[in-house]
């Protein structure tokens, strides 16, 4: 489940009783709400409308999108997800418009199935039955997120209930985001602002501050920073609470801030992405007793460099989960970009890809 549908930050919560003493409440709050988007499916400067027609032989001569039958349009949308966004994180951000998607999915499924029946090359051929087969996959685990989160707003006060009967479809990212949240309400629920920034140091001394509450706590200091509504006595709250996460995260060092550090300051891009590389895949004959050894996952990693993009774009004086001034830098920012590209290109991606390719067997 996509983090953006996870509840509310409460660094702007009125509940919270480390913020009510502030005295505080930001105007005009309301829980969020899934309407219904009035977005399009945008394909190139290709917009889709809200024409109707009878039945699939009317749709394949009626204009349904600017100049474009359905069955133009759902060439157009093959072309768009096989070779402009082939990327099937890049998928998911168009069918999450459920209206505008549902409209045309089944006429796209079979456009699909009636090139590839049609098409003599085997190599474009795969190439369209595995595009159907990936955007279905999609498409279903969408409608059951969409259908969960539903569920959870029609039962706000059983969600145990809600929970417990739909368990498997609670992925470990959205248990992560849990954890965090759950964690970061703790802090917030404590009696003083010295309380809190205690259970930040604890956290930090038994390994708990991961990097999913360390960018739950950042971006909440973001939105706070940012507010015209929210007093100053609870921004005052939220600079400390990020201040001490700061030093907390300084003082444990975690693993994937010494391994970054060590892969930036390598100059060669080769050697940068062959140390990456080692890094994820260490061998057999590793010492896992090698205190110097830097091993981690991609997932883990790209998170660690999220973290630190967000914490140097909040604040480019203040960051300082590397050295300031080399944070600073633009070659330093570059290669981490980079870096994060790499992983969600050739680690990710391949992950994603396998696991396609095993739920396909």
Partial sequence: MDSNTHRPSLATSPCSPLLLSANTQASGRSRRKVTRSKRCLHLSKCVASDVGVANLEEQAEVEVAEGYTMTQFCDKMIE????????????????????????????????????ADTEDDPVMKQKLVGLARKMKKIDDEIEKHMELLME??????????VVARRRKEFTSDFSTLDVAQSKFDDILNSPSLDE???????????????????????RSWAAA???????????????????TTKRSLKSIAPPEIKLLKYLLNITDPEERFSALATAFSPGDNHDNNDSNALYTTPKELHKWIKTMLDAYHLNK????????????????IQRLFILKETIEEEYMRQLSEKEDQEGKE
């Fill in 80 to 115: 768009f997800f096989m070779h402009e966004k082939p990327q099937t994180k890049d998928w998911r951000k168009f069918l999450v418009f459920r209206d505008d998607w549902k409209k045309y999915k089944e006429n796209f499924f079979d456009r699909c199935q009636v090139r």
């Fill in 152 to 161: 959870i707003q029609e039962n706000p006060l059983d969600i145990d209930a």
């Fill in 196 to 218: 809190a920034c205690e259970k930040i140091k604890r956290l930090a001394k038994s390994k708990e501050l991961d990097s999913s509450l360390i960018l739950l706590i950042y």
């Fill in 225 to 243: 920073k940012e507010s015209t509504s929210m007093r100053s006595e609870v921004k005052d709250i939220m600079y400390h609470i990020y201040m």
């Fill in 317 to 332: 004086e203040e960051t300082d989960l590397m050295e300031a001034r080399r944070m600073g830098d633009p070659v330093v």
